[in-house]
């Protein structure tokens, strides 16, 4: 169990009890998460794999330098709320979750499946997540709803960058941080590569007024203030 992130894991496989597996013993599917013991967090992991869960996306991996860096400055602000944009496989999600447990996180995607995995970690117990199915370009009526909104990974996949980044950026109150590849590459997916001088026009366009740019291995994160 060393090798997984036994709480997220745990809830997983709980939520999908609720949604479609033979139920849990009751004491296994209600009991707080953080009060379960080793070998009830086993039981669950075990009736996850019986059931064919897909359980290794919640194995413990070395960050990526990317993520580490999200998250270093995320410590450095301790945020409140924060909107995570296409959350996707929890690359970025997962970690923070696990180590900003204060924190009220809302995940948003629009592709059903990552949804459903989303909401089974909610409802099993990760009693601070809200998960969505909503596409950031079609987010109009809110403002100023979370102190941070993360992007990672996700621009260069939106064909209305535009329309995303202003929407982040209303939907804010603090800062938006945003990852993008830095090079071209050969994923189909990858519609635009966004530089440097490109993200500054929009963002600034958008309402921010502080930018900080930063380079991690392939990858350029900026930190854009209001």
């Not at 592709?111 to 459903?116: A, H, K, N, Y």
């Not at 064909?159 to 830095?182: C, D, G, T, Y």
């Not at 966004?194 to 994160?221: E, M, P, S, W, Y």
């Amino acid at each position: 169990m060393e090798r997984y992130e036994e709480r997220l894991m745990a809830a997983y496989v709980r939520g999908m009890a609720r949604q479609n597996l033979p139920l849990l013993p009751p004491p296994l599917m209600e009991t707080p998460l953080e009060l379960l013991s080793a070998e009830e967090i086993e039981t669950i992991f075990h009736a996850g794999e019986a059931a064919g869960l897909k359980l290794y996306y919640f194995k413990k991996k070395e960050l990526l330098p990317r993520v580490k860096a999200v998250l270093g400055f995320l410590r450095s602000v301790q945020p409140e709320s924060l909107l995570d944009v296409g959350s996707g496989r929890g690359v970025f999600l997962f970690p923070f979750l696990t180590q900003f447990s204060w924190t009220q996180v809302t995940a948003a995607d629009i592709l059903p499946r990552r949804v459903q995995m989303l909401q089974a970690i909610a409802d099993g117990g990760i009693e601070n997540l809200t998960v969505l199915e909503r596409n950031i370009c079609q987010w109009t009526q809110e403002e100023e709803l979370f102190d941070v909104v993360t992007l990672l990974e996700v621009l260069e996949h939106i064909p209305n960058v535009e329309q995303a980044i202003a929407n982040a950026v209303r939907l804010a109150r603090r800062f938006v941080v945003v990852s993008v590849p830095s090079q071209p590459d050969d994923n189909p997916e990858h519609i635009h590569l966004l530089t440097r001088d490109i993200l500054a026009d929009q963002f600034t366009r958008a309402g921010c007024t502080k930018l900080h740019f930063d380079g991690v291995n392939g990858h350029l994160i900026l930190v854009a203030g209001k």
